[in-house]
């Protein structure tokens, strides 16, 4: 299958880098909406963050993770839809090359709200071509969850989160939810 062995292919084969679990920005923090500058060429900085990131999302236990949540405004997203946890996938400068007619509603969360979950609508399918850790360009076409993690994904290097696709008044109410709870967290 197509989808497998695109990402056979991104598997990092070699983790040999000192990895760091990274901060992950809290909605509503500001620098959520930055928008992400391509990545000039795949180097050894480039693959020490992926490591990063892939560390970072693994701990938080997320399927997807962009660079924009921890602070870093290059595009690169790493993802893992697989049960089993055992499929890493890095795209770097990432796009949408085609989008199904067809749309679906899934319910979303997102690690920079954690515990908040609200249905978005996209497109069911998509083929992405973007560039792999190695700084090769592939293409995959993703369906499902993997379609759904990757159009999420490459949203925050747009500087847009999941809740910018809900209503006013409910991106609202979740604000003042999420400001509520950091309020509670910062010590006293
Ligand atoms: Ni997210």
Redesign the pocket.
């Known amino acids: 299958m197509l989808r497998l062995e695109a990402r056979c292919r991104n598997a990092i084969e070699a983790p040999e880098f000192i990895m760091a679990l990274l901060d992950i920005l809290q909605y509503p923090d500001p620098r959520l909406h930055k928008i992400a500058q391509p990545v000039a060429k795949v180097d050894e900085g480039v693959r020490a963050i992926v490591a990063d990131l892939f560390e970072t999302m693994y701990a938080a236990k997320?399927v997807?993770?962009?660079a924009t949540?921890v602070d870093i405004h290059l595009r690169i997203i790493v993802v893992d839809t697989s049960e089993q946890r055992d499929q890493p996938m890095v795209l770097i400068n990432p796009e949408i090359v085609q989008r199904s007619a067809e749309c679906k509603e899934w319910e979303?969360?997102?690690?920079?709200?954690p515990g908040i979950y609200d249905k978005v609508t996209r497109p069911d399918r998509i083929r992405v071509r973007a560039l792999d850790g190695r700084g090769e360009r592939f293409e995959i076409d993703a369906d499902g969850l993997l379609s759904v993690c990757v159009q999420?994904?490459m949203?925050?290097l747009d500087g847009k989160?999941?809740v910018d696709h809900l209503s006013a008044l409910k991106r609202n109410r979740i604000k003042v939810r999420m400001r509520k709870r950091q309020r509670e967290a910062e010590p006293a």
């Open positions: 997320g997807g993770l962009a949540q979303e969360g997102c690690l920079s709200l999420h994904e949203d925050h989160v999941f």
